[in-house]
């Protein structure tokens, strides 16, 4: 029993110090803004899991460790998410600009090709 005590340990050890990354991860991609609610509950229950591990409660620790980890996975999935659809909004509009660029390039064109056939029946 003892060592299935110690793995138990060890990943709650090991979970912890994970959730903490992420939570790094997920401020650095701008959850803060974009997915603050599972930022939020991410950094509570990590805060809680440290507690529950330093009161000797490792599998307690280790369950919220877990859970603290994946909210803040979900925060930086979000966060990259909204990132993403802010680039592809900037894309779109570089796109349309860009065909109304082509139309009228294309619309001068044709204005001078009339003008040219004009031109050549004299």
Do not use: W
């Not at 803040?72 to 109304?100: G, P």
């Amino acid at each position: 029993m003892l060592g299935c005590g110690g793995q138990i340990q060890q990943l709650a050890v090991e979970t912890i110090e994970n959730a903490q990354v992420a939570l790094t991860s997920a401020n650095a991609m701008g959850a803060q803004e974009a997915a603050e609610t599972p930022l939020r509950t991410a950094q509570e229950m990590l805060a809680t899991a440290k507690n529950m591990m330093n009161a000797g409660d490792v599998e307690q620790a280790y369950r919220l460790a877990l859970r603290a980890y994946l909210h803040a996975r979900i925060a930086t999935e979000i966060a990259i998410a909204i990132r993403e659809e802010a680039n592809s909004q900037e894309l779109q509009a570089q796109l349309t600009l860009a065909e109304q660029n082509v139309n009228e390039v294309l619309h001068r064109l044709e204005v001078m090709r009339v003008e040219l056939e004009a031109l050549q029946k004299f």
